[in-house]
């Protein structure tokens, strides 16, 4: 069992930074991906940002340029640093972990991201 505590969500102003962390705990398991997905209310979950195998990177079309996914593999922890923020960036943001083997897609409890003036 992989356990994801999720932390650094907030209010910002427009054109502000904020960086979401996520742990991992457990034992048992390997870390094949790490990623963020974000659902803003009354839209599906989507996609952020992932890295795989430590280094792989893939970006949501809207994040690009903005967002930055990183990991500290000695402490299973991905970062992701969000600069320049948007309104449209709201959202509650959850991190994903995918075991190496079982392929298992373990989710955080959501760190709520909210951009306003």
């Known amino acids: 069992q992989v356990q994801l505590v999720e932390s650094g969500g907030g209010l910002v102003q427009p054109g502000g930074s904020l960086r979401l962390s996520c742990a991992a705990s457990?034992?048992?398991?390997?870390?094949?991906?790490m990623g963020w997905y974000r659902q803003a209310p009354g839209k599906q979950r989507d996609l952020v940002a992932r890295i795989t195998g430590g280094s792989k990177t893939d970006y949501a079309d809207s994040v690009k340029g903005r967002f930055t996914i990183s990991t500290d593999n000695a402490k299973n922890t991905v970062y992701l640093q969000m600069n320049n923020l948007k309104p449209e960036d709201t959202a509650i943001y959850y991190c994903t972990v995918e075991a190496l083997g079982t392929w298992l897609l373990y989710w955080g409890q959501g760190t709520q991201v909210t951009v306003a003036s």
């Open positions: 457990g034992s048992g398991f390997s870390i094949y991906s």
